[in-house]
């Protein structure tokens, strides 16, 4: 069993440019969510991901957009960098499925993507 | 607006001391209570989670406590090792829907031989 994988491990970019992380989720999940984890706090929710479309959005504003794709992996953009972008990106696979016990979903996560903004 | 507390933001605790973490929530619509232990440079992983039909619930030598009357809950780490220094996140998420998970902001533990 593949676990949750990102790319690319570390990422540079500088105020005003645009960002692409990718995550491929584990075998057999098909809802990826994304969380940004600033230095020394918990991470946030960004978006979720189910069935290619988004499934919920949290406090951000709409230059962080994503996609799934038809195997479930994901990609989350980022346009229009600010300094405050700069965090670690932490995409979590699970599963959903009519007549589960959605309840209770473990996500499983990756390694994340440790974006800095110059 | 943050929907988890958690305490202590930092902690330190001789090995084979108990580790103590609390942890209070807001939203009383929340039914699903998980730990996420977190090394650095890695992501979080699920260490234990709770039902809130549940007072407590023990896995090896972790046991979470829930007082749902209270809306707080806790995690134990008894016999705490060196192994267990970790970043430690509460957290709480909704009943079906999609599934945000909200964290809490966090625990160092530092375990000292």
Known sequence: ETGVTQSPTHLIKTRGQQVTLRCSSQSGHNTVSWYQQALGQGPQFIFQYYREEENGRGNFPPRFSGLQFPNYSSELNVNALELDDSALYLCASSYSGRGSIALYNEQFFGPGTRLTVL | ?113
């Open chain 2, 1 to 113: 607006q943050q929907q988890v507390k958690q305490s202590p933001q930092s902690l330190i605790v001789q090995k084979g001391g108990i580790s103590i973490i609390n942890c209070a929530y807001e939203n009383t619509a929340f039914d699903y209570f998980p730990w996420y232990q977190q090394f650095p440079g890695k992501g979080p992983a699920l260490l234990i989670a709770i039902r809130p039909d549940v007072s407590e619930k023990k896995e090896g030598r972790f046991t979470i406590s829930f007082n749902k009357s209270a809306k707080q809950f806790s995690l134990h780490i008894m016999d705490s090792q060196p192994g267990d220094s970790a970043t430690y996140f509460c957290a709480a998420s909704l009943a079906g829907g999609y599934q945000k998970v909200t964290f809490g902001t966090g625990t160092k533990l530092q375990v000292i031989p």
